[in-house]
């Protein structure tokens, strides 16, 4: 891909890209893929793990994305909220979480 940067010269990072949208193709790409490994787990007696509790689940974003625990009153928050979003206004919440 060619583009022009300092220089001129080809630097992807200067490219234009088109928008981005994602089709229906992908979603059942991704639903064969996921049938595809059940059926190899499933054929050597293994399963996918369980989705981790609330209380893992905060540790597990905080840490990635801030490197530290969470508080204990933070966690407490996240775990007592119900919200169907609660998990995308944690992330966006915390330094790193949200994209500009």
Known sequence: ???????????????????FEL???DF???LELKASLTYALRERGLRFAPDADRRTLIRRVHAD???L???PEEVEAFVADESPDAYERL???LP?????
């Open 1 to 19: 891909m060619r583009a022009s940067g300092p220089g001129d010269r080809e630097i992807f990072g200067y490219a234009k890209t088109g928008k």
């Open 23 to 25: 089709a229906i193709s």
């Open 28 to 30: 059942s790409r991704a």
């Open 65 to 67: 994305l801030t490197g």
């Open 69 to 71: 625990p969470p508080t």
């Open 91 to 93: 992330v966006d919440r």
């Open 96 to 100: 790193g979480g949200k994209e500009v």
